[in-house]
């Protein structure tokens, strides 16, 4: 089993909202991954969490905080996002120190 | 850092073409290559990866080939189907604090007219 799942699939918030993206994954994974994605372009590395802890955090705003509760489980907690933070998200996982990332289908997030 | 250069940008065949895709990488210390195709709407879904210390490596009508010396890798598709259409992105990576992190190329829109 090689799936990555992510809930919403698809979210609208305000500017002063509050959301929350999930990312779940039962592949034993231990590195898991928040990437954003603007139409027509590759994705791009937000987070990087090891072993639960957070590993790589390439400059994200911090209206953006990821968050890993257990091996299974991320999160990206949003607030006071701008209308240029719409994008897919997109969460991945893999073996800790493995090649292979494995992607979600992505939340489609959209902010007015 | 690693930059990741991907040719063409749009690349578009008749059913039972074949289609190749190009990408160069900069960085010698990249040591694994996945191709990922991502349909519209969907997340990218890994097709084919090669370790550097291989040259070729085939699946079914995919294959993939690399020189690490003039520092190219290459997809090729044969008999391509309409349902290969979609969006494809190389990719270069490396160890770096316990993670392979991939540095992507700008992708490449297959288009597959039946």
């Known amino acids: 089993d090689t799936e990555v799942t992510q809930t919403p699939k698809h979210l609208v918030m305000g500017m002063t909202n509050k959301k929350s993206l999930k990312c779940e994954q039962h592949m034993g994974h231990r590195a898991m991954y928040w990437y954003k994605q603007k139409a027509k372009k590759p994705p791009e590395l937000m987070f990087v969490y090891s072993y639960e802890k957070l590993s790589i955090n390439e400059s994200v705003p911090s209206r953006f905080s990821p968050e890993c509760p257990n091996s299974s489980l991320l999160n990206l907690h949003l607030h006071a996002l701008q209308p240029e933070d719409s994008a897919l998200y997109l969460c991945a996982s893999s073996q800790l120190a493995a090649e292979t990332q494995y992607f979600g289908p992505g939340t489609r997030l959209l902010v007015l | 850092g690693e930059n990741v250069e991907q040719h063409p940008s749009t690349l578009s065949v008749q059913e039972g073409d074949s289609a190749v895709i190009k990408c160069t990488y900069s960085?010698?210390?990249?040591?694994?290559f996945p191709w990922y195709k991502q349909e519209l709407g969907k997340g990218p879904q890994l097709i084919i990866d090669?370790?550097?210390?291989?040259g070729e490596k085939k699946d079914q009508r995919i294959a993939v080939t690399l020189n690490k010396t003039a520092k190219h890798f290459s997809l090729h598709i044969t008999e391509t189907q309409p349902e290969d259409s979609a969006v494809y992105f190389c990719?270069?990576?490396?160890?770096?604090?316990?993670?392979?992190?991939?540095?992507f190329g700008r992708g490449t829109s297959l288009i597959v007219h039946p």
């Open positions: 960085d010698s210390a990249s040591n694994y």
């Open positions: 990719a270069a990576s490396k160890a770096s604090g316990g993670s392979y992190i991939p540095t």
């Open positions: 090669i370790r550097s210390n291989v």
